[in-house]
C-alpha cells in the first residue's frame, strides 16, 4: 500500500536528522532538507538566487497561466508588489462581515435541509460540504464575484474548482512520480510543448484556465472605468487601483493581471478548504477539546449580543488561535516546497551535521544547479522547535510555553517563508476563524466508522481520501449534527 504523504519525511528525519541526500532518476542528487536555520536562508535571505525549479513554475502555470506563483525574479518582485497589499492585516479583517454571512449561511442551509429530511444529523463528506461556502467567501472578498450566480461559464468554473486539485493534477501514479523526477532534465521547450498534450489533467486544466481568464477579463474590465472613492473592499479593486497609480516600470499589464485571477482562487480555494477540513477532524477527534472551543465562542457571542458593532476580535480568541495553528502545524497541507540554487551557496546549518567522511561540518555547501526539497511536513514536527510530543495533536502547546517564536508566520512553516510566503495567509487565517467562529456555534462534529479510514494523500497539496475509496477524491467523512446554542 502507498504511504501517506509526509510519513518518508518524518522517517528521515528521525532516522537521518535535517538534512539528507537523495538520489533521484538520473543520477540526479536531490537535497532534502528541514533544518530551520537553512530553510531561513533558502526562503528569505537568498531570495531570488534560490528559484523555483522551471519544472516547478510549469506546473503551477500550467494550473493557473502564467500568475505570481510561477514567476520569478523582476516579473516576481513586480507582480507581488502590486498584489500583496490587498492581502494585508487590516484588509483581511474588513471581510469578516462577508465571512462570517457565507459561514452562517452554510449552517442555515443545513438546519434547512435537516428540517426537511425530519433528521437532525448525517454523515458528510467535509470539504464537499465547505467547498461552495468558502469559494463564494474567497470569491466576494477577493473579487466582489458571486460563485452562487447562475450562467453557464460561473457554473463550469465553480464546479471545476470543487475537483481542482484531484482532478488536475490527481494521485502520484508510478507514472507521475517517474515524470516528476525527470522533469528537471527535460528542455523546456520541450515542456513548454507538453503543455498541450491531451492527457485528462491537462485538458481539465486548460478548460480551467481559459474559463477563469474569461471571468477576469469581465471583473478586469469593470474595474478599471471605477472610481477610487476609498470604498473598495474586495481585493481585485484593489489591486486595479494600486495597478493604475503606478509609474509605467512597476505597472502590470492586462496580460499580467489576468491570470491572478486562477493563481489567487488556485493557490486560495482548496488549501483554505483542506485546512479548515483537518480542523473540524481533528476537533472531532478531541470532542472535549471541541467543547472547550464552542464554550469560548459562545462567551464571545454573548458580548456580541446580535449588534454588528460589536463584533468579536477573532485574533483575541486564545484557544481558537491555537487551535488554527496546531492543525497548521500537525496537518501541513503543503507538504513540500521546491528550490533551485542558481549559483553557488553556503547554508548555515542550527546544528552541526557528521557528513559520510566522518568530518563535522555547521554550514552546507551547495553547488549552482542542487534541487532542494523543503520538507515543511518535517519542519512542523521537529520535536526541538514543538516539543517532544510533536507527533500529537496538542493545541495546549502554543498556550502553555512549549512553543517559541518560530519567526515564521503564524509561527509554522505551513505558508512558506520570505519572499514568496504565502500572499493570503493574512485571508486564509481569518476565513478560517470567521468559519469556525459560526460551525462551531451552530454544528457539531464527530468521528464515524469511515473517518477511521481517511488518509493524507498526496495532489500537489496532501488532501484527505478514505482508504480503498481514492477513486472518489476528496474525502472527509464526519457525522454532523444540529445543536441549539444561545445565540
Ligand atoms: C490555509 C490556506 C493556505 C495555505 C496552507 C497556503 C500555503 C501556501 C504556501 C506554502 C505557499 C508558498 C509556496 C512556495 O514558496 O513555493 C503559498 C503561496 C501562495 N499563496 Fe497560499 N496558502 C493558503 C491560502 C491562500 C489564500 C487564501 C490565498 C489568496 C487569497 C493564497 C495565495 C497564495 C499565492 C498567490 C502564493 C504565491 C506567492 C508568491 O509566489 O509570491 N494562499 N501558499
Not at 537535497?31 to 528569505?44: C, E, G, N, R
Not at 474590465?221 to 481585485?236: P, V
Amino acid at each position: 500500500m502507498r504511504e501517506q504523504v509526509g510519513s518518508y519525511d518524518l522517517k528521515w528525519q528521525d532516522s537521518y536528522g535535517m538534512v539528507a541526500r537523495i538520489w533521484a532518476p538520473c543520477n540526479d542528487d536531490r537535497l532534502w532538507i528541514s533544518d530551520p536555520k537553512a530553510l531561513q536562508y533558502i526562503l528569505q535571505t537568498s531570495r531570488y538566487n534560490m528559484v523555483k525549479p522551471y519544472a516547478a513554475r510549469f506546473l503551477l502555470n500550467s494550473a493557473t497561466g502564467p500568475g505570481v506563483n510561477g514567476a520569478e525574479g523582476e516579473d516576481h518582485y513586480r507582480q507581488r508588489r502590486i498584489l500583496l497589499p490587498a492581502f494585508g492585516p487590516s484588509e483581511s479583517r474588513a471581510q469578516i462581515p462577508v465571512f462570517r454571512q457565507c459561514a452562517s449561511e452554510l449552517v442555515d442551509e443545513f438546519k434547512s435541509k435537516m428540517e426537511s429530511q425530519g433528521s437532525t444529523s448525517q454523515e458528510t463528506n467535509i470539504p464537499h460540504f465547505l467547498t461552495y461556502a468558502i469559494l463564494n467567501a474567497l470569491g466576494l472578498a477577493a473579487f466582489n464575484y458571486n460563485f452562487r450566480g447562475h450562467g453557464k461559464d460561473r457554473e463550469e468554473f465553480t464546479a471545476s474548482l470543487r475537483d481542482f486539485m484531484v482532478k488536475g493534477f490527481g494521485l502520484p501514479s508510478n507514472g507521475k512520480v517517474f515524470f516528476q523526477g525527470i522533469m528537471d532534465h527535460l528542455p523546456t521547450w520541450m515542456l513548454d510543448l507538453m503543455v498541450n498534450l491531451p492527457s485528462s489533467g491537462l485538458t481539465f486544466l486548460r478548460r480551467h484556465v481559459e474559463l477563469s481568464n474569461g471571468i477576469a477579463q469581465q471583473l478586469i474590465q469593470s474595474r478599471l472605468t471605477e472610481e477610487d472613492d476609498g470604498n473598495q473592499k474586495d481585493a481585485l479593486s484593489r489591486i486595479v487601483i494600486a495597478n493604475r497609480s503606478e509609474s509605467e516600470r512597476w505597472r502590470l499589464s492586462d496580460k499580467e493581471l489576468f491570470p491572478q485571477l486562477a493563481t489567487i482562487l488556485g493557490a486560495g480555494h482548496e488549501t483554505t478548504v483542506t485546512s479548515l477540513g483537518w480542523i473540524l477532524f481533528e476537533l472531532a477527534n478531541h470532542p472535549d477539546e471541541q467543547w472547550q472551543l464552542r464554550e469560548e465562542i459562545l462567551a464571545a457571542r454573548a458580548g456580541e449580543n446580535g449588534d454588528d458593532s460589536k463584533m468579536v476580535n477573532l485574533d483575541a480568541l486564545p484557544f481558537m488561535n491555537a487551535v488554527i495553528k496546531e492543525t497548521l502545524r500537525f496537518d501541513t497541507v503543503v507538504p513540500h516546497l521546491f528550490r533551485e540554487a542558481i549559483r553557488d551557496e553556503v547554508v548555515p546549518l542550527s546544528k552541526p551535521i557528521r557528513c559520510k567522511s566522518g568530518k563535522v561540518i555547521d554550514e552546507l555547501f551547495i553547488p549552482k544547479g542542487t534541487s532542494i526539497i523543503i520538507s515543511d511536513v518535517a519542519y512542523n514536527r521537529n520535536k526541538e522547535l514543538w516539543g517532544e510530543d510533536a507527533d500529537v495533536w496538542r493545541p495546549s502547546r502554543w498556550l502553555d510555553g512549549t512553543v517559541k517564536n518560530t519567526g515564521f508566520n503564524v509561527g509554522v512553516m505551513s505558508f512558506g517563508a520570505g519572499h514568496r510566503a504565502c500572499l493570503g495567509w493574512r485571508f486564509a487565517v481569518t476565513e478560517i476563524q470567521s468559519f469556525m467562529f459560526e460551525l462551531l456555534w451552530g454544528l457539531q462534529f464527530e468521528l464515524t466508522e469511515k473517518s477511521t479510514r481517511v488518509r493524507k494523500e498526496n495532489c500537489l497539496v496532501m488532501l484527505p481520501m478514505v482508504g480503498g475509496e481514492e477513486e472518489k477524491g476528496n474525502q472527509l467523512p464526519l457525522k454532523v449534527s444540529l445543536i441549539d446554542l444561545p445565540k
